[in-house]
């Protein structure tokens, strides 16, 4: 008997519960997420209607990368899941200045449109809505922004992408320019003669 006890008692160390061994060992997603809008989207059939659900998500990394998507679904968790995978194949690779952007942008989509500018450092994050989810799971800590236009949420937040999408490198070389001479008198009296001996 006292065999058995034993015997099951090293079983029951080996469960992992709340408090095993493998609770803190979690691993951290490659994109954070936030839900920017949930809504019940109805569609009226011959015997009635048909509910739905429309999500609308923001994923990014913190790192310059960030992405919008939008999906519906038969229940919250399905229509999640697809506007997540929806998002994960409009990412948009922003090139980052510290904790700001480069230089002003501007973007439109539908009636939203969105302006950005590059702040100092400790200014902060200021925007609201949409266009603060966007640039907060982006990585940008220091900004100032402004919607104007539309405040649907998905517009905003699809203005804010387009806008980021035409952000430049700043540190990539510019293209050189050949330099155009100047005409000044003396170069014009210099000639003269030369077009005379053709003649």
Do not use: C, W
């Not at 080996?14 to 493998?22: A, D, L």
């Not at 990394?61 to 968790?77: E, H, I, L, M, P």
């Not at 973007?107 to 925007?127: E, M, N």
């Not at 540190?171 to 210099?190: N, Q, S, W, Y």
């Amino acid at each position: 008997m006292q065999t058995g006890n034993k015997e099951s008692a090293v079983k029951g160390s080996g469960r992992r519960g709340r408090g095993g061994r493998g609770a803190g060992r979690r691993e951290k997603p490659e994109y954070d997420q936030k839900l920017l809008d949930l809504a019940r989207v109805t569609r009226v059939v011959k015997g009635g209607r048909r509910f739905r659900f429309r999500a609308t998500i923001v994923i990014g990394n913190r790192k310059g990368k960030v992405g919008v998507g939008v999906a519906k679904g038969s229940d919250v968790s399905n229509a999640i899941q697809k506007a997540f995978a929806s998002a994960k194949k409009n990412l948009v690779s922003v090139p980052l200045m510290g904790g700001s952007i480069a230089h002003a942008v501007a973007g439109k989509y539908g009636s939203a449109k969105v302006l950005l500018k590059p702040a100092t450092a400790g200014r902060g994050l200021i925007a609201g809505g949409a266009v603060r989810a966007v640039m907060d799971l982006l990585g940008i800590k220091d900004i100032v922004t402004k919607s104007l236009g539309s405040s649907n949420k998905l517009n905003v937040a699809q203005a804010t992408l387009v806008a980021l999408a035409t952000l430049k490198n700043v540190a990539e070389p510019v293209a050189e320019v050949a330099p155009v001479k100047a005409e000044t008198p003396e170069t014009k009296k210099e000639e003269a003669p030369t077009e005379a001996v053709k003649a």
